[in-house]
Nanobody, 126 residues
Framework: QVQLQESGGGSVQAGGSLRLSCAAS????????MAWFRQAPGKEREGVAI????????SYADSVKGRFTLSQDNAKNTLYLQMNSLKPEDTAMYYC???????????????????WGQGTQVTVSS
């Protein structure tokens, strides 16, 4: 079992930056995939950024490519999401997720992830 805790959300103006953190504890050695999802009111959950620990390799949603970047601090078991050039449409609750079974096949389908953090709110104003 892996436990996840997000932090770093807040309120910023358009064009600003935030860095989200996802601290993992427990069976971190069992991670195959981790991802950031976001969900705005009235919209479905969207996969934003995914890391496959088999390489590792990363992938991003088209809506955030060139603006968001994943990074890791392995010593702290922490995954970061650097968000630059934020837009109002980035406003959402952001969730960190992990998949600890099934091998190194990582997708943006939220049902394939079995561990979730509680979420951190990101609000971007015009």
């Amino acid at each position: 079992q892996v436990q996840l805790q997000e932090s770093g959300g807040g309120s910023v103006q358009a064009g600003g930056s935030l860095r989200l953190s996802c601290a993992a504890s427990g069976a971190t050695y069992s991670r195959y995939c981790m991802a950031w999802f976001r969900q705005a009111p009235g919209k479905e959950r969207e996969g934003v950024a995914i890391i496959n620990f088999g390489a590792p390799i990363t992938s991003y949603a088209d809506s955030v490519k060139g603006r968001f970047t994943l990074s890791q601090d392995n010593a702290k078991n922490t995954l970061y999401l650097q968000m630059n050039s934020l837009k109002p449409e980035d406003t959402a609750m952001y969730y960190c997720a992990a998949r600890t079974s099934g091998g190194y096949y990582c997708s943006d389908i939220y049902s394939q992830y079995n561990s979730w953090g509680q979420g951190t709110q990101v609000t971007v104003s015009s």
